[in-house]
């Protein structure tokens, strides 16, 4: 069965530091990943998809980026953290594209102080 | 601004009852999802209802879809407790380049 791992679970960071949020998934191959970021009670905003490796698509303009160095490993980062790149940070696996369910992660909470 | 918007965004209901939501989007759809998120957590796949479908059925889960209206409920019979979350709908539009896109999401929570 497939399995979708993020770390860390939590993270408290300083304004101004790096960030590296990392994403994995076992039991498939060539999955496609997203990153999403969550504000408090709110909706997912999409973030970053990746469709291969190597292979990344960004959504919206910001300091972060991401990267897929190997098929399944998926991974978020920033030079420079905002007070604004606070929130729940979301990693998720599908087969493709639209038609079809989107596999989560447990998140990561990141808290920029 | 988002595709899919829920209505109500917080609902609050007795355990037995039946809880009822509704999503409304803006452009045509190829498919419309729904997803649960217990607080703190990851999304889950409840169910997928294509545009050619009207209505659907999981377990205590019944999702119906109007395209002409473009909108979608999900009703949760005789909730439980367990039930308590939020609910997000996701629209896979091609106007959107066949990525879901999420609504802000219903709060629910069920009284024991």
């Known amino acids: 069965s497939q399995t979708i791992h993020q770390w860390p679970a939590t993270l408290v960071q300083p304004v101004g530091s790096p960030l590296s949020l990392e994403c994995t998934v076992e039991?498939?191959?060539?999955?496609?990943l997203y990153w999403y970021r969550q504000a408090a009670g709110r909706g997912l905003q999409l973030l970053f998809y990746?469709?291969?490796?190597?292979?990344i698509s960004s959504e919206v303009p910001q300091n972060l980026s991401a990267s897929r160095p190997q098929d399944r490993q998926f991974i978020l980062s920033s030079k420079k953290l905002l007070l604004s790149d606070s929130g729940f940070y979301l990693c998720?696996?599908?087969?493709?594209?639209?038609?079809?369910?989107?596999?989560f992660g447990p998140g990561t909470r990141l808290t920029v102080t | 601004s988002q595709q899919g918007e829920e209505d109500p965004q917080a609902l609050s209901i007795q355990e037995g009852e039946n809880a009822t939501m509704n999503c409304s989007y803006k452009t045509s759809i190829n498919n419309l999802q729904w997803y649960r998120q217990n607080s703190g957590r990851g999304l889950v796949h409840l169910i997928l209802i294509r545009s050619n479908e009207r209505e659907k059925h999981s377990g205590r889960l019944r999702v119906t879809l109007d395209t002409s209206k473009k909108s979608s409920s999900l009703l949760i019979t005789a909730s439980r407790a367990a039930d308590t979350a939020s609910y997000f709908c996701?629209?896979?539009?091609?106007?959107?380049?066949?990525?879901?896109?999420f609504g802000g999401g219903t709060r629910v929570l069920v009284k024991p």
């Open positions: 998720a696996w599908s087969l493709g594209v639209g038609s079809y369910e989107q596999y």
């Open positions: 990746s469709v291969g490796i190597g292979q």
């Open positions: 996701a629209t896979d539009a091609r106007a959107a380049g066949n990525k879901l896109t």
């Open positions: 039991g498939t191959s060539n999955p496609n």
